[in-house]
């Protein structure tokens, strides 16, 4: 008798040790130098500097160094952007937790299956996380941490919050970042005069902006994408049949 309490008392003990170490060892690889996204405010994102004539309307000269980007407040943010960006990035971007299960499992079964970290299952939220604090290593840390600093940033910000930031923060290709420097760019126009064609190009770069830039080799298929990404807005109530057989010409 005296045995099996001793037993489970040393069960216990031995329980309660491995769980401090597994704690020790996701403080020391993941938490130790996560960021703290209530500082993101307070970042400092690279702008482009921008000298305009004695009207301020005419645009003479644009300084940048590595990113080339101008933040830009919503209400200069086209609906239609953030309807695309949804439609192809994360369709459940609304009522999920910062995170989507089915999305991580798929991937997580898709990586298993193909022995690499191919597929993220990211959502916007995760996406902002990587681009504003992380790097693009394919990591499984890189994962956890990206998945913990989502779900913190969802704690601080509205979903609408969450998505302007993510439309300002994003790569287009090269140097160019933000929808405002990617509609000039791309258009040679401000983000808030892009019909909706435009925005469903624009968010059909975003997955790969190398392979889909529209001075590559991949036309076909950024316009293909860029097709499917209206039939998507579509299908989700974003726009009317109508709008999408014009955007398609």
Same mark, same amino acid.
């Given at each position: 008798m005296k045995k099996n309490k001793l037993s489970k008392s040393a069960l216990i +003990? $031995? @329980?309660i040790l491995l769980a401090v170490a597994l704690s020790l060892v996701f403080y020391i690889f993941i938490m130790k130098d996560l960021p703290n996204p209530s500082q993101f405010e307070n970042r400092k994102v690279a702008e482009s500097t921008r000298i305009y004539d004695r009207t301020g %309307?005419? $645009? #003479?000269? %644009? @300084?940048h160094g590595d990113q080339k980007r101008t933040v830009i407040p919503p209400e200069d943010i086209p609906m239609s952007a953030r309807q695309a960006v949804i439609a192809i990035e994360d369709q459940t971007f609304y009522s999920h937790p910062a995170f989507d299960i089915k999305g991580i499992m798929s991937a997580f079964i898709s990586n298993l299956t193909n022995r690499e970290i191919a597929q993220g299952g990211s959502t916007i939220t995760q996406q902002?996380? =990587?681009?504003? +604090?992380l790097t693009s290593e394919k990591t499984f840390t890189r994962k956890i941490k990206e998945l913990i600093l989502a779900i913190q $940033? %969802? !704690? =601080?910000y509205s979903k609408d919050e969450i998505l302007n930031l993510y439309l300002n923060q994003s790569p287009f290709g090269g140097n160019t970042y933000g929808i405002q420097a990617a509609s000039q760019n791309f258009f040679n126009k401000n983000a808030k005069d892009l019909d909706i064609a435009e925005t469903a190009l624009l968010a059909s770069v975003l997955q790969a902006p190398t392979y889909? &830039?529209?001075w590559g080799t991949h036309t076909k298929e950024l316009f293909d994408r860029k097709d499917? @990404?209206?039939? !998507?807005?579509? =299908? #989700?109530? +974003?726009? &009317?049949?109508? %709008?999408? *057989? *014009? *955007?398609?010409k």
């Open positions: +003990f $031995l @329980i %309307e005419v $645009l #003479l000269y %644009e @300084i902002l996380a =990587k681009n504003s +604090f $940033l %969802e !704690q =601080k889909y &830039s529209p499917y @990404i209206l039939e !998507q807005m579509n =299908k #989700l109530g +974003f726009i &009317s049949d109508k %709008e999408m *057989a *014009a *955007a398609k």
